[in-house]
């Protein structure tokens, strides 16, 4: 039976206890041209002085034209690693485990002619098919990001293949309609990728993925995390695919989240560490969730923006802040109940 204060390793790097803080857009800090400002700076040094064993930074761009949102971070130029850098040394400064989110968005982002495995109509754009050359270069500049991550210090690279974006297109069959190799076989652009990021990193540098649950099923996940593994992939991070083409499931009466679910279930199929997200806001629900489903670590994304000693607090029994499920996530208006909540107790 897992418990927070558990230590696991993930490949040869020690983690600390079993509490990790998800990748988590900041879309109030303005990013616009790519580069860290000081309040990023500042954001993962308060989460990271907060007591979680890893720190997953935000889905951060390879490509100008891939990015999910104006403002985003950026790794798609060299002149972008001094900032990064500021980021891991403030982190690591606290003790803390960092990983960077790589990422691109594919049809989904804000690009005029977004990228996609083939063509996908979403909201006003469609998709335009990417030729091999373009898949190439988009393998490439995920590569590029993974080198200029290991050389701002960070402990590794999450690649970013869930929540609609480019890697989930390629991995969802009903996004992905190519009849070519990255269509018979679409987790061929993710083993590619991983195979040329093993290349230029040392040995201990950590490669993760997070993936869609229900890829557009269950058991394609599943089967994508047996090959993932057997390339060498370092842990599963299992959240929400391509919504608009998925079968989300859980048993009736099951008492976690559909991809709690997903999780649990991945991990009975795989020996490498298996990371649950989904509703998890108290430490109730957290500690419910390493003892009964045997995954290797629970994501608390939002609560602990709402208070970042989240983490150190819940492996104490003391009572946390959290976040209490607004219908639209306020935390970015700076008018989130569960903060101004928390003010009110600290006065």
Not at 183 to 188: D, N, Y
Not at 253 to 275: C, L, M, Q, W
Request: charged share 25%; aromatic share 8%.
């Amino acid at each position: 039976m897992k418990a927070f204060n558990d230590t696991f390793k993930i490949k040869h790097t020690l983690i600390q206890n079993r509490i990790c803080f998800p990748p988590m857009v900041c879309f109030k800090y303005d990013h616009a041209d790519g580069m860290v400002r000081e309040e990023s700076i500042t954001h993962y040094r308060t989460l990271a002085k907060g007591g979680a064993g890893l720190l997953i930074q935000e889905a951060t761009c390879i490509h100008p034209d891939g990015k999910l949102a104006p403002l985003q971070l950026g790794i798609w130029s060299d002149e972008q690693i001094d900032g990064l850098k500021k980021i891991t040394t403030a982190v690591h400064e606290k003790g803390g485990t960092l990983i960077l989110q790589i990422h691109h968005a594919g049809v989904v982002g804000i690009a005029e002619e977004p990228l996609c495995p083939s063509p996908y109509q979403f909201n006003e754009k469609t998709g335009k098919e990417m030729s091999l050359e373009e898949i190439a270069q988009t393998q490439k500049d995920f590569v590029e990001a993974a080198r200029r991550a290991y050389l701002a210090g960070y402990d590794g690279v999450e690649l970013h293949g869930c929540h609609n974006y480019l890697i989930c297109q390629f991995l969802n069959p009903r996004v992905n309609k190519r009849t070519d190799t990255y269509g018979v076989t679409p987790i061929k652009f993710v083993t590619e990728i991983l195979d040329e990021i093993r290349k230029i990193t040392p040995e201990d540098f950590i490669v993760g993925i997070r993936l869609g649950g229900f890829e557009p099923t269950l058991e394609d996940t599943i089967q994508n995390s047996i090959i993932l593994e057997k390339a060498g992939i370092d842990f599963l991070d299992i959240s929400f695919g391509f919504v608009q083409e998925s079968e989300p499931f859980a048993p009736e009466g099951y008492p976690f989240d559909t991809r709690i679910y997903a999780a649990e279930e991945i991990k009975k199929r795989v020996t490498i560490p298996v990371f649950a997200v989904g509703n998890i806001h108290k430490p109730e629900t957290a500690k419910a969730v390493l003892e009964q489903t045997n995954v290797d670590m629970v994501d608390v994304g939002r609560s602990m923006l709402v208070d970042p000693d989240w983490a150190i607090k819940a492996r104490n029994d003391e009572i946390p802040g959290y976040c209490v499920n607004c219908p639209a996530c306020k935390w970015n208006s700076n008018a989130c109940p569960g903060q101004k909540r928390m003010a009110q107790l600290k006065q």
